[in-house]
């Protein structure tokens, strides 16, 4: 027999969370392990959690634990008695208030370990994002999880057809939506892409240009929510067509510091959508096949028109997949260096140093 102990860790945080993909982009739902927060809307658990515990979303994205194409969920409790849960959205930049491939990896997460009961062939539920109540329609048949479909918040057309300075390259055109995140919707052709995989280091560095000149020229504000950033994304898209299945096209969203989406995007799609039909390029009820840079697909449609303050605007719906990686147990220990990670320019460009200040304290 051996003579040797165990040795016991000694862990200051540890957190349960699931490793999951949506169409190819990489997300973590984090579902255990979390601080207390005050009651309150997700925006203002969001808001909260970004000032006083980003340290934790830096724990979860950045080196040695995490990667700049990934995005974190924490699932939180919810006062909202039409909703499951909450959940807070957090990427390598930014806390969006919103975001189609993290919600269907939330509800596919939700759904498959038992946070939400099955409930039929389509289960039905709610959940509570910072941007609102999300309606949540999954396939459930056979006691299997597939496709989960969403009903975004509205999505309108701030502007069509905006000519913007790119410095270097001189004038360029620009549709700017939102979708629960706002765009610089930019035709790929303008700069010769085909929009495939090869051309994703060239797509995130001009994407970057594009936002800050979209940004800079091009000031919006959210007409409910004037706490809610302008254009952070850029997306590329080709041309509408139209095929026996509808409406089609393809895209290739650019996320802050500048890495490629690997999936539709579900706000971009929602964006899009809003555009398209702005431009008359699109009905109400219509299919739309959005698929990605590595072609996965999101299937969109506008449900119904309403209006959200001066701007025309549309309900969107999204569907797509989401499959668990993995289970994990994250944790920290007492004498590890590193608690809120690090960012290294060769593979994080325009490093920023953090919605808060990157320090060695423990997590809190």
Not at 130 to 150: H, N
């Amino acid at each position: 027999m051996s003579n040797s102990t165990s040795y016991e860790i000694p862990i200051t945080s540890s957190f349960t969370a699931y490793d999951c993909h949506c169409e190819g982009d990489v997300e973590k739902v984090v579902v255990s392990g979390l601080p207390e927060l005050p009651e309150g809307t997700a925006f203002e658990k969001m808001k909260f959690f970004r000032d006083h515990h980003d340290d934790i979303r830096l724990f979860f994205l950045r080196e040695p634990r995490g990667s700049m194409i990934q995005s974190v969920n924490f699932i939180v409790p919810t006062e909202n008695p039409e909703a499951a849960a909450a959940y807070i959205i957090a990427e390598a930049e930014e806390y969006p208030e919103m975001s189609g491939g993290n919600t269907i990896s939330v509800a596919t997460t939700m759904l498959k370990t038992g946070m939400v009961p099955i409930t039929g062939p389509i289960t039905r539920f709610k959940l509570e994002a910072p941007a609102g109540l999300i309606g949540i329609e999954c396939d459930t048949s056979d006691g299997k999880v597939g496709a989960v479909r969403f009903i975004n918040q509205p999505a309108f057309a701030y502007c069509l057809n905006k000519t913007i300075q790119l410095p270097g390259l001189g004038d360029l055109i620009v549709d700017v939506g939102y979708g629960g995140m706002t765009y610089a919707i930019v035709g790929a052709q303008q700069f010769g892409f085909d929009l495939v995989a090869s051309e994703g280091r060239r797509l995130s560095d001009l994407g970057q240009e594009i936002k800050a000149a979209a940004a800079a020229q091009i000031p919006v504000t959210h007409p409910l929510n004037p706490e809610l950033p302008g254009i952070t994304q850029t997306m590329f898209v080709t041309p509408v067509q139209r095929s026996e299945r509808g409406v089609e096209s393809k895209n290739a969203v650019v996320v802050s510091p500048g890495r490629i989406d690997r999936c539709p995007c579900g706000t971009g799609t929602s964006a899009r959508l809003a555009v398209m039909h702005a431009k008359g390029e699109i009905q109400v009820a219509e299919q739309f096949t959005h698929k990605s840079l590595i072609d996965s697909t999101f299937i969109g449609e506008i449900v119904a028109t309403t209006a959200v303050g001066p701007y025309n605007a549309i309900i969107p719906a999204v569907s797509g997949r989401a499959w668990i990686t993995a289970k994990c147990s994250y944790i920290l220990e007492a004498d590890d260096p590193y608690p809120a990670g690090y960012a290294i320019t060769d593979t994080w460009p325009e490093m920023k140093q953090g919605l808060v200040s990157v320090t060695n304290r423990t997590l809190a």
